[in-house]
């Protein structure tokens, strides 16, 4: 018989009160009511959305699927000699259309009920079960809080009941019914704590001096009338830039001309995720669902919820993933990985990417469907060769930068210097033109800056009377050979200053704008290696 002692009813709701998440509240109360004599098992069923209605042994019994009863905790044990778990969550009674047998109308009728006779009573699902394991009663509360109907607090005794039995259970389940809703009011500022973490960790940080669009070529200004057109919709767009361009300052400033503005945007590299994370990077996950997954987390979606997400080198995104991506899209749900609930979001996106997308829909390797979604109005990005008046600008605006964080002092540079820096292709584009003034900062003595040696190239476009042949004219260009010369004499440069250190800060790479990986391919196809440090 359950036990009508006021002090184990307080030990019980103290030990439920005590617990915060809802998972352990859930756990706690059907414990407790376990570990009181006789109970052979407690459980909790918790009202949600039907959602595994196509698989459920109770469906022929359902007669409504949009809602019914979630097995969420259970606690018990055999007599002896059996092998059964009594605490999984995935059998037969999973899940409990409203209004089904004794637990489903609970849950309906909002009513309570008590049965103690075994022999010709209907309430038992499986007979042969009550009699092995000595079940001889039943009995079940609905739980209530804050006039919201949660679910039913169950118990089957080994010992007959009676109707101050289910006087108790009906005060536990009271305070069983609080101490969920307020689990989950714990749950939901957790899960408010870790989005505005996210943000801090990984969203925008405005406070950061140099991130504004500078130049007033007419290139720069045709790509800027796009910006101004479009920031005011909720249209996707899609960038189309190479590498160092300005992509994400673009897209910055389409989110910051936007009604999302006062929220953060949420950059995604998509070329930094790892393939098996892209899933969860994206969508999140609950506890338990991989190896690895010891808390819940959500995934960026959910974090830009009323902003817009900048997913950058969007061409990264691996091929099995874009059906996913295009449904939140189109749809603006999603499910967590190992979660069937599903969640809505409002998101608006701006993509870029270094890519042909047009070529790699044609060769499969990207979604046909996917790539007219993001390119509802594509916005093309000049390089730097195409809008060589904004040079001057941007070179006094990164001395400066690069003057402040090294402790240099102010420094300036002259004619031929800038005309060296027009008559440069930048094949790195601005990333490059900020590194090459960072290095020639760096290696600045006095008030000079010693541009030809943090680019010796510029040399060779400061005087084009000793330009190798081949270097081009008045027109700007120049051969590929004399164009590969430049290059392999720039990387070398860049090798040299970080004393051959390809990767981390102050590498090579990092010196250069570009990835570890990409400076290394480009070293195999410039036929660059140690030899050639030193000279020799």
């Not at 080994?158 to 005060?171: E, I, K, M």
């Not at 045709?222 to 992509?247: F, M, N, Q, Y």
């Not at 990409?518 to 050639?532: N, P």
Request: charged share 25%; with cysteine; aromatic share 6%.
């Amino acid at each position: 018989m359950l036990p009508v002692n006021p002090a184990r009813l307080q030990q019980i709701a103290l030990s439920v009160a005590e617990a915060r998440s809802l998972p352990d509240t859930l756990h706690t109360i059907v414990d407790a009511l376990f570990a009181t004599p006789d109970t052979a098992l407690a459980r909790i069923w918790l009202k949600a959305p039907g959602d595994v209605c196509d698989s459920c042994p109770m469906r022929a019994e359902c007669d409504d699927q949009t809602e019914c009863l979630h097995l969420a905790a259970s606690a018990g044990a055999p007599l002896t000699g059996s092998t059964q778990r009594w605490d999984r969550l995935d059998g037969r009674f999973r899940r409990m259309p409203m209004g089904a047998r004794k637990v489903g109308r609970i849950g309906k009728a909002d009513e309570p009920e008590l049965h103690d006779r075994v022999d010709g009573d209907s309430w038992l699902a499986d007979p042969q079960w009550a009699t092995t394991e000595g079940i001889c009663a039943f009995a079940g509360q609905p739980m209530r809080a804050r006039g919201q109907a949660l679910g039913v607090l169950a118990v089957f005794s080994r010992r007959s009941l009676t109707a101050d039995d289910l006087v108790w259970l009906r005060t536990l389940a009271d305070h069983a019914a609080v101490a969920i809703a307020n689990a989950r009011a714990f749950d939901e500022i957790e899960e408010l704590r870790k989005r505005l973490q996210l943000q801090r960790d990984y969203l925008r940080d405005e406070a950061k001096p140099g991130k504004h669009i500078i130049g007033a070529s007419k290139a720069l200004r045709a790509s800027l009338a796009s910006v101004e057109r479009v920031a005011p919709t909720d249209a996707s767009v899609l960038i189309e830039a190479e590498s160092g361009a300005g992509k994400e300052l673009f897209a910055q400033a389409i989110h910051d001309q936007s009604p999302r503005r006062e929220h953060a945007l949420v950059r995604v590299n998509c070329a930094a995720v790892p393939k098996e994370l892209f899933e969860s990077e994206f969508f999140g996950h609950v506890r338990g669902s991989f190896t690895g997954a010891t808390t819940d987390r959500d995934g960026r979606f959910a974090v830009a919820d009323g902003s817009t997400m900048f997913l950058d080198e969007v061409g990264e995104i691996p091929l099995d993933l874009q059906s996913k991506l295009l449904r939140v899209l189109q749809e603006g749900t999603f499910e967590r990985i190992g979660a069937t609930k599903t969640t809505t979001v409002d998101v608006r996106i701006v993509a870029a990417t270094n890519r042909d997308l047009k070529q790699e829909v044609a060769a499969g390797t990207f979604r046909e469907d996917l790539y007219y979604r993001l390119s509802v109005f594509p916005i093309r990005l000049p390089p730097l060769r195409e809008r060589t008046a904004d040079i001057a600008d941007l070179a006094r605006h990164f001395i400066a930068l690069a003057c402040s964080r090294f402790h240099k002092p102010e420094l300036q540079f002259d004619g031929a210097q800038l005309r060296a820096l027009e008559g440069y292709s930048w094949p790195g584009n601005v990333r490059e033109l900020q590194s090459v003034i960072d290095r020639a900062v760096i290696l600045s003595d006095g008030d000079r800056l010693p541009l030809e040696l943090a680019l010796p190239e510029l040399r060779a476009s400061a005087s084009p009377a000793t330009a190798p042949a081949g270097a081009g004219d008045a027109s700007g260009f120049v051969s590929d050979q004399v164009m590969r010369q430049r290059e392999r004499a720039n990387v070398l440069a860049a090798l040299e200053h970080a004393d051959w250190k390809v990767y981390g800060d102050n590498g090579a790479a990092s010196l250069l704008g570009l990835k570890g990986s990409t400076l290394a391919s480009r070293m195999r196809s410039l036929a660059i290696d140690k030899s050639h440090r030193d000279g020799s």
